[in-house]
């Protein structure tokens, strides 16, 4: 068969052509997608990406979504899955009238969470940004809201966090030496270069992360997302879900669904034909 699945992460099926900036396993080819796919015209049947496409920019995006057009051949499948922006404004909004109605515990942890989801992957400036950061508390009033929010991914961060936690319980903590009066007077001489150097090793570190590709450059709603597909000069645009495609045998690959639950809740499912 011939299927492509770009930006694939860790989620990828050895049925599968699988692309993605860095190679994350066997089977998986590293590849700049910036500078297009790496096939010749209508090569494939399905091409595949979940995302992916929020990562880029509006214009960057546009060009990718041609070169999926490119690749495919007629009659082709593609299936693009991305945080629903129209799901995220409606989860907003809910928990903001919810909050204002009754100023209870969890409809603040509620609203706090909702602001997150759709500011955080856009303004953060250091890796997992406050969304991270939330998932670290040591009790989460909201753990399935969120759940059903973000399923497994916030799942699996947070049995790694408990974990960590048990494991540090456990360190016998070590006896900090004091600082030699040498060393008091180096550090208060030096002190104002050492500011100077360090804040510019931090807005390098800035920079370098803004443009690592985890922060979202644009969001998509079921309208921008037909309207961006069609203009490409695809046809027959739908809305599926996780579990539904066009694409044969598609719950066998188990890139949207596994173990029976929707790897990523919050997204948005639509698939067209070339």
């Avoid at 049925?15 to 860095?22: A, E």
């Avoid at 495919?72 to 922006?85: A, Y």
């Avoid at 759709?118 to 303004?123: K, P």
């Avoid at 974990?163 to 104002?192: C, D, G, M, T, W």
């Amino acid at each position: 068969m011939k299927f492509l699945n770009i930006g694939c992460g860790h989620q990828y099926h050895s049925d599968w052509h699988n692309l993605d900036f860095v190679s994350t396993g066997e089977g998986v080819q590293a590849h700049n997608l910036l500078e297009g796919i790496p096939y010749d015209n209508d090569y494939f049947e399905v091409v595949y990406h979940s995302h992916l496409l929020e990562h880029f920019t509006k214009k960057d995006g546009l060009k990718l979504i041609k070169e999926c057009y490119r690749v495919l051949s007629n009659n082709g499948t593609i299936r693009v899955v991305v945080p629903d922006l129209e799901g995220i404004v409606k989860m907003y909004l809910n928990t903001l009238n919810a909050v204002l109605e009754d100023n209870s515990p969890l409809n603040k942890s509620n609203y706090e969470w909702s602001v997150i989801e759709l500011f955080d992957q856009m303004v953060r400036e250091k890796s997992g940004g406050n969304m991270l950061e939330y998932w670290k508390q040591e009790t989460i009033l909201n753990e399935d809201f969120i759940t059903g929010r973000m399923g497994q991914e916030f799942v699996l961060k947070r049995q790694k966090y408990d974990k960590n936690n048990q494991a540090a319980a456990r360190r016998i903590p070590s006896k900090k030496s004091k600082k030699s009066l040498k060393r008091l007077i180096v550090e208060s001489i030096f002190k104002r270069d050492m500011h100077r150097i360090n804040l510019n090793k931090k807005y390098i570190k800035l920079g370098k992360f803004r443009q690592s590709g985890e922060i979202h450059k644009w969001m998509y709603d079921r309208y921008s997302l037909k309207i961006l597909l069609e203009e490409v000069g695809f046809k027959k645009v739908k809305i599926k879900d996780a579990f539904t495609s066009d694409v044969k045998n598609w719950g066998k690959f188990g890139l949207d669904v596994v173990d029976g639950k929707i790897r990523k809740p919050d997204s948005l499912f639509v698939e067209a034909t070339k």
